[in-house]
């Protein structure tokens, strides 16, 4: 009952009268000490804090890297402590303080061996060239945050020719090419082309959807000369008029047999160009079963089409 009366009062000069229940064998006495110094501390009580951050109890530890930040500055020596702490936990909130004390530690908590610990650093970091170098960083969850830290501060890189995560690349390149297409940059966008991913081919197929990238004669040459063969072929699949089909008349005669069926499943329920049309009877004949198929489904598909015409 005087512990309830002590919350009651919500008078942070009865701190003093928490501090022995730590050492309770009743947990609950305990919590309602924790809860205390949780909701009572302040500046004033620096004391308070350096006895929790050389507890043997990891909460306790825990408890005064949290709150420790309310003492401004004169917090540092003991998070400094803290940081080396052996719990991983305790260690991380006394890293997660410090960095909100003192921006200045970020170059100290980004050689540590703790990701974590780098990706907070990252957090509280506006230096974009800094943010572009961590890019580069062993753990795939440093350079995320690294590339979502830039984001926030308004600065996409130019370029991640350096970076070798291509999952990074990726949310890079999606990122980055609405301010591509936007300036007609065809050179970047070309340089994504040389060989994507299946992912990468979607991203750059999806930004292009609605681009009428045919005047783009380096990109167009760019996405012929692909390593990735069904990047043409996707890019051609939202795509109408005599050029498209032109495009596709040359995957037809010379893609690989992959390019060709995407190419023909991709014409299924649309109008189909004469020349194309013409070539479907000897493409229901090819060697690969697979090719044949498809066209002579293209070309059923298309006589149907004509008769609801």
């Known amino acids: 009952m005087a512990v309830r009366r002590l919350f009651e009062h919500n008078d942070s000069a ?4 928490f ?9 609950w006495f305990v919590e309602k000490a924790v809860d205390a110094i949780r909701r009572w ?9 350096v006895q929790l951050s050389i507890r043997k109890e990891e909460r306790l530890r825990l408890l005064a890297a949290e709150i420790a930040t309310r003492l401004g500055n004169e917090s540092l020596p003991i998070l400094s402590t803290l940081c ?5 936990a305790v260690r991380r909130e006394a890293w997660r303080s410090r960095l909100a004390v003192d921006s200045g530690t970020i170059p100290v908590a980004i ?6 610990v780098r990706k907070m650093a990252i957090a509280n970091s506006g230096d974009v060239e800094f943010l572009e170098n961590m890019l580069q960083d062993s753990h795939p969850r440093v350079r995320e945050a690294a590339l979502d830290q830039m984001v926030q501060v308004g600065h996409i890189p130019s370029t991640v020719d350096g970076v070798q995560d291509q999952r990074l690349r990726q949310k890079w390149a999606k990122l980055k090419l609405p301010e591509m297409i936007a300036s007609n940059d ?4 070309s340089k994504l082309c040389h060989n994507p991913t299946a992912s990468m081919r979607k991203i750059i197929a999806e930004s292009l959807d609605q681009v009428d990238w045919f005047d783009w004669t380096s990109f167009v040459d760019a996405v012929k000369q692909s390593d990735d063969p069904l990047l043409l072929p996707r890019l051609l699949r939202s795509k109408r008029g005599p050029i498209a089909d032109e495009l596709r008349l040359e995957l037809l005669n010379d893609a690989d047999d992959m390019a060709r069926v995407r190419v023909l499943e991709h014409l299924h329920g649309r109008e189909v160009s004469p020349s194309i049309a013409s070539l479907l009877p000897t493409l229901s004949e090819d060697d690969n079963p697979l090719i044949a198929q498809v066209a002579l489904s293209l070309m059923n598909d298309s006589e ?3 008769s609801e015409a």
């Open 84 to 88: 080396t702490d052996k719990s991983d």
């Open 19 to 27: 501090l022995d229940l730590l050492d309770s064998d009743d947990e």
């Open 14 to 17: 009865a701190l003093s009268a």
């Open 304 to 306: 149907t089409l004509g």
């Open 186 to 189: 065809e050179k970047s966008i």
């Open 111 to 116: 050689e540590s061996e703790d990701h974590v």
């Open 41 to 49: 501390a302040d500046a004033e009580h620096r004391k308070v804090v």
